[in-house]
């Protein structure tokens, strides 16, 4: 037990460990939950009423006026998952593919960079949702919002838009992300989740968006506008010719990404705008 506290503890005093401290933490939410369960269980002998109504506050429902009464759900509803056995591998999984793909989008930013875009991913997604609200309000109808699922699809978006022919597994991110728009569609034709696919679509958006607007291709098509919120982004470097990008294609096929160089990784990044 010792050891796991050191463990915890030394990575959230790590600087540029971002990555690492987003996964920790969903895990001991996953595991503060589990024993909240346990202990109102106990403690109420079987009545987890308590336990149910405090998972209810912490999500997100697809009103506004709801919202304005629990204005803190708009980060919390990521982390009020039911615990089980199911959730706990679901939970697995979800860590497993937030770490890969945010390894490879800190290749290219950095930690920091990753925690704010994650943070960023969460409120947007919650903020779309409530927006379609008003303007759609038979959203208000279906469930509400809980998981960490949205930022898994802000990522897979954000990856398929820097390196598009990047495999994961066997299969490109481009073909991953367009299955993931497909779910959220899916979601969307069924009533009672249309505010979840709203919000998995949301996450892409903002995934993408956030992508194009590090290319600084966002300055040049909306001009000074952007150039009043950030410092100019450095210019990017030339593209690669035909040749060059074959090579590290026929590279990663032969070797694996991994085997890249950081300047290949960079070339391979500035490649695929």
Not at 1 to 11: G, T
Request: glycine share 4%; with cysteine; net charge positive.
């Amino acid at each position: 037990m010792r050891d796991i506290i050191l463990y915890v503890k030394r990575n959230y005093q790590k600087p540029e460990n971002g990555l690492m401290q987003v996964i920790i933490t969903f895990f001991l939410s996953f595991t503060g939950f589990l024993l909240f369960k346990v202990v109102t269980l106990i403690m109420n002998k079987g009545d987890i009423s308590f336990y149910t109504r405090t998972l209810y506050y912490m999500r997100l429902y697809p009103k506004l006026s709801t919202f304005l009464q629990r204005p803190w759900t708009i980060l919390t509803y990521v982390f009020a998952q039911d615990v089980g056995f199911l959730a706990f591998f679901s939970l697995l999984f979800q860590m497993n593919l937030i770490y890969i793909l945010g390894s490879q989008f800190i290749d290219f930013f950095n930690s920091r960079r990753f925690v704010r875009f994650y943070i960023a991913s969460i409120i947007f997604s919650a903020s779309t949702v409530l927006l379609f609200s008003k303007i759609l309000p038979y959203i208000q109808e279906g469930t509400s919002l809980a998981g960490v699922s949205v930022s898994i699809y802000a990522l897979v978006a954000a990856i398929a838009t820097m390196m598009p022919r990047f495999p994961i597994l066997i299969v490109k991110t481009q073909y991953i992300a367009l299955f993931c728009v497909l779910l959220s569609l899916w979601d969307i034709s069924e009533l009672g989740y249309i505010s979840r696919g709203v919000a998995k679509l949301a996450a892409m958006l903002w995934g993408y968006i956030y992508v194009i607007y590090a290319r600084s291709d966002l300055k040049k098509l909306f001009g000074h506008w952007f150039s009043m919120h950030r410092k100019k982004e450095k210019k990017t470097k030339e593209r690669k010719n035909d040749a060059g990008i074959n090579y590290l294609l026929d590279k990663i096929a032969k070797k694996g990404y991994n085997n890249l160089t950081s300047d290949e990784k960079r070339d391979l990044f500035e490649a695929s705008k």
